[in-house]
């Protein structure tokens, strides 16, 4: 077997994506699509017919978050990924990809992170002020497609789990925000859904362009974090993507989630997102951004809005990241009102080589809070959180 980092040149990789002809960069987590330009950290190999391909990326973090409704904690997080591709003399590609995740042995509990909010450890009470652990199994999935023509193509996919056709690419896969290991306050107003049990999707490639159907299931993960859930495939969404230049990939999507909360079964979700995300050489090094929002529209009236804006910059050993973000949530108040809080994360790695395919690196964060003023006192005035953590990346 030979292996060699990923190079679109190599003899016998192929230069398509998975889903069409289109350049294999686009390709992100489930379905959705990247820029062009965004770097691929994986490693690839030919073994007979098939590609196969692995990432890695697993972090090692002391999290510290101010104030009573604060914590310390240190803790392993990340996921390991391995893929196998066939691409048949017809044109037709077989995809199949598995994912698995640290995350459980961090306990139920995950860790803290204010102003976050969503799912369960219990099955009792909410997760408030606490980032979720990710299931062991995050992704067992497999995709066929079909050329049409050189420029056009269909394709089915199906996990279990898997992600459907709802928001950006999932926040550990985004060129923007890969680099920062807290997960954004904003993750279930854009891309919570990147694991669900059971999932079906299809979808037209036409060019830069991709418009898909997902049904799936809408009930979150439980709070039981190394079994899988029940399939229900009660939820539906659609999303329309657009790679205008190697720099842009936009998205518009819209889903119907059914009974997607453990503790509220009765309340139902639409979801509406939308996001560009771009990538693009800057001097010696490469920058990239997003920016997307969220609009969740719950069956009990509530309408909640999420917005982020994410960048970092990759030069040589070094990547600087930010991320700003503003969520409108009724969780965070006692009393369940509304409220309207933010977040700027600011921080910075440095990554040395240490084998041939892989980077250790080391970094930290710093994350200052902004919450309504009749709230502060419960967050103990002037809310923040940091984070030190070390890193093993393939590359």
């Known amino acids: 077997m030979e292996m060699a980092v990923d190079e679109m040149s190599m003899s016998g990789m192929p230069e398509s994506g998975t889903l069409g002809a289109y350049p294999m960069t686009r390709d992100s987590s489930g379905t959705s699509w990247q820029p062009d330009a965004a770097l691929h950290s994986s490693i690839h190999g030919m073994v007979g017919d098939w590609m196969l391909m692995g990432h890695a990326m697993l972090w090692g973090v002391y999290d510290t978050q101010s104030g009573p409704r604060g914590a310390d904690k240190a803790y392993v997080e990340g996921m390991l990924m391995g893929a196998a591709r066939r691409d048949f003399s017809n044109g037709d590609t077989l995809n199949l990809r598995a994912m698995v995740s640290p995350d459980p042995f961090m306990g139920k509990s995950g860790y803290a992170e204010l102003l976050s909010s969503g799912e369960t450890a219990n099955g009792v009470t909410p997760l408030i002020d606490r980032q979720h652990p990710h299931d062991l199994i995050m992704e067992l ?93 009660d939820s539906t969404s659609a999303r329309i993507s657009w790679n205008p230049d190697p720099h842009w990939s936009l998205q518009v999507s819209w889903g119907r989630l059914n009974s997607p909360e453990q503790l509220a079964p009765e309340i139902n979700e639409n979801r509406t997102t939308a996001s560009a995300t771009y990538v693009t050489r800057l001097g010696d090094g490469i920058l990239a951004a997003t920016l997307a929002w969220g609009l969740k529209q719950e069956s009990d009236g509530a309408n909640l809005n999420g917005v982020l804006l ?86």
Do not use: C
Not at 164 to 177: E, N, Q, V
Not at 195 to 224: C, M, N, Y
């Open 141 to 233: 999935s497999g995709s066929y497609a079909r050329l049409l023509d050189d420029e056009s193509s269909v394709f089915v996919y199906a996990g279990y789990p898997g992600e459907p056709a709802l928001g950006p690419a999932a926040f550990i896969h985004r060129p923007s925000g890969m680099d920062i290991p807290d997960a954004p306050i904003t993750h279930h107003w854009l891309d919570a859904t990147h694991i669900v049990f059971g999932v079906l999707t299809a979808g037209f490639v036409h060019d830069d362009w991709k418009l898909e159907v997902s049904q799936f299931t809408g009930r979150e993960p439980d709070q039981h974090r190394y079994d899988f859930d029940p399939i229900r495939l």
């Open 310 to 395: 994410e960048g970092e910059y990759q030069t040589g050993s070094w990547t600087a990241f930010a991320r700003t973000e503003w969520e409108q949530n009724s969780e965070l108040d006692a009393l369940g009102r509304r409220r309207g809080v933010g977040e700027l994360t600011l921080g910075a790695i440095h990554d040395w080589a240490v084998a041939e395919h892989f980077k250790l690196g080391l970094g930290a964060l710093y994350t200052f809070d902004f919450v309504p003023s009749d709230i502060v006192p419960s967050y103990g005035g002037g809310p923040h959180g940091a984070m030190g953590f070390v890193r093993l990346i393939t590359h």
